[in-house]
């Protein structure tokens, strides 16, 4: 099959969509909202398909750690990365189950403490100037007596984490935030939930999750099956060089989620950053960062360069320093795959300024670049509940129908399946 023509053109893989397939909450992947979260399923089937007993699994945007939960309940040993500390954080809690009874333990206590909850004591904590502008004064001193409670505790790290990833989950819903749009505002009509409540209510949901995955494993005999996540950037990492049987990762999508924008409020209260600006400028795929150079060493995306370029130079910059960041990530892979390692690489296109995005088409010239052969590309349709459908015409970035530029797409996307020659 000639893989160098317009994906678009290939055949949807009905074994690769998963219709009616409810994977996210199998698990500890319900533990906490994550935008475009990937789908378990895929990594699932690519696990069971491509790879073997012993073999060591590496993803190098972890994201909150889909394919760190599936490679540890296939008895994989895995290793992730990602630049976002929630998400690291996340992830942490999701692959490192507890014993229900100590857990329910831990809680019990908890729960006796907030029972002592005194307002008084939290009315001059000290925090960031935007956590005022997102939460009424009655919660802010809630969620500071639970951060407090729960970074006092004195038993193992994973347990902090646990609570930790709970508090996290439920910021949004008591917080002024508008929960149906994909980018950060207030929402003027909004009763947040009261925090002691939510906090109860996300524990007892993840405390479900977590004693399915820890007797599974047991039952498997895979709970010591080693799972790692690293803050480290996808270009650079740690990794040793030629350790990895299998890379799996579906990385961010052209300038599309801003993940550090999404996760300020987890960010803020866990002092995780002081400056989001900054902090936004460390992410792949992110407007918030572009250099001056418009040059790729892939043919295609530097003609979509031009295109660009033409129409939004911003936009121009945007896209080639997305893809420079990929050349990297590219090149990282290979570095540390095994000869003969597979990558699967899950991606999608889109449009800007009315510009098509090839970015599986590019992102596989830039691993034929590192030396990859590409073996397969599969094309897969996205169920429309799982991602929003909604597009702006212009950005290309997710949007509401509220947004009178946007339009409604039918998203498909692609596991490109590459082999280390």
Request: proline share 4%; charged share 25%; aromatic share 12%.
């Amino acid at each position: 099959m000639n893989f160098t023509a317009p994906f678009e053109n290939l055949p949807v893989s009905d074994e690769w969509t998963f219709k009616n397939v409810k994977s996210t909450e199998q698990w500890t992947h319900g533990y906490h909202r994550y935008p475009a979260k990937f789908l378990p399923n895929i990594v699932k089937k690519i696990i069971e398909d491509y790879t073997l007993d012993g073999d060591i699994i590496a993803d190098l945007f972890a994201g909150c750690g889909t394919t760190l939960v599936e490679s540890k309940i296939h008895g994989r040993k895995s290793v992730g990365v990602d630049i976002n500390p929630v998400a690291q954080l996340i992830a942490r809690a999701k692959i490192n189950p507890i014993s229900p009874e100590l857990l329910e333990d831990i809680f019990s206590k908890l729960k006796d403490k907030i029972e002592l909850y005194n307002e008084n004591e939290f009315i001059n904590v000290d925090k960031h100037d935007r956590i005022d502008y997102w939460f009424f004064p009655e919660a802010k001193f809630k969620i500071a007596f639970l951060y407090k409670i729960i970074s006092e505790l004195e038993e193992l790290k994973k347990i902090e984490d646990f609570f930790l990833v709970a508090l996290s989950n439920i910021l949004k819903n008591c917080s002024k935030w508008l929960q149906t749009s994909t980018k950060p505002q207030i929402d003027p009509d909004k009763i947040p939930t009261e925090v002691f409540k939510a906090f109860n209510r996300q524990v007892k949901m993840m405390q479900k999750k977590n004693k399915i995955f820890f007797e599974k494993l047991d039952e498997l005999n895979y709970s010591s099956v080693e799972s790692n996540i690293f803050l480290e950037d996808a270009r650079n990492t740690s990794i040793k060089s030629e350790s990895i049987s299998a890379v799996i990762t579906s990385p961010p999508y052209v300038t599309s989620y801003e993940y550090a924008d999404l996760h300020q409020l987890t960010a803020y209260w866990f002092d995780y950053v002081t400056n989001l600006l900054k902090f936004r400028k460390n992410f792949i795929g992110t407007f918030y960062s572009y250099g001056k150079n418009l040059k790729s060493s892939s043919i295609l995306a530097q003609k979509t360069i031009d295109k660009l370029k033409n129409e939004h130079l911003r936009t121009a910059k945007e896209v080639a320093n997305y893809f420079s960041d990929m050349e990297k990530v590219s090149n990282e892979m290979f570095r540390i795959l095994k000869d003969e390692g597979q990558a699967f690489i899950v991606i999608g296109n889109t449009t800007f300024k009315n510009v098509k995005i090839q970015s599986a088409e590019i992102f596989s010239e830039l691993l034929k670049l590192s030396g990859f052969s590409v073996d397969n590309v599969i094309k897969r349709s996205i169920p429309h509940k799982l991602i929003p459908t909604i597009r702006d015409k212009t950005t290309g970035r997710f949007t509401t129908v509220a947004n009178k530029n946007s339009k409604k797409v039918y998203p498909e996307e692609y596991i490109i399946i590459a082999k280390k020659i």
